[in-house]
């Protein structure tokens, strides 16, 4: 294989990161720790036999219930806020989108718009594409620092 000389790695475009660093707490740390803590909860329910629970519920059923139904209600909470963060690096050419378990790489060009929105009190952006990609027509992230001024920078159009 041939190398690069310094002028082609000089050439080549730099991926600047404009999404927050925070994203990884929001999108992985603060799921898993929470649905460690709600499932030992459940499990805790249904695993103690109904004369140990000291619950002050008629039946241990309206408890197992109620920890079944919270459980239910923390994983559809976690659908639709925190997993719809996504981690998004750029490139003067593309925009690349991770979940940090897949990767894509859209051109410039399919992006349509990018607009403001909120999750859980939390200014985010939102890639919209022209089509529908691998995680959707519409990307959420948390901006990062340098997000406004890559942005003026690069890509004029979407600002």
């Not at 805790?44 to 036999?49: E, G």
């Not at 197992?64 to 209600?73: H, I």
């Not at 378990?101 to 952006?125: M, P, Q």
């Amino acid at each position: 294989m041939s190398q690069m000389t310094e002028a082609e790695q000089l050439a080549k475009p730099k991926t600047a990161h404009l999404s927050s660093n925070t994203t990884l707490f929001w999108r992985v740390f603060l799921p898993v720790f929470g649905s460690v803590f709600v499932t030992g909860l459940v499990l805790s329910f249904w695993l103690i036999s109904a004369e140990e629970l000291y619950i002050s519920m008629k039946s241990a059923w309206t408890g197992r219930s109620l920890s079944a139904l919270a459980w239910f209600g923390w994983i559809f909470f976690l659908r639709q806020t925190l997993w719809r963060l996504m981690r998004v690096d750029a490139d003067p050419e593309h925009i690349m989108v991770t979940n940090y378990w897949t990767t894509v790489r859209y051109k410039w060009s399919d992006v349509e718009a990018i607009n403001n929105g909120t999750i859980l009190w939390k200014k985010v952006k939102v890639i919209r594409l022209k089509a529908s990609g691998r995680f959707g027509q519409n990307i959420h992230f948390l901006p990062g620092t340098y997000f406004e001024p890559w942005m003026e920078g690069h890509v004029k159009s979407f600002t």
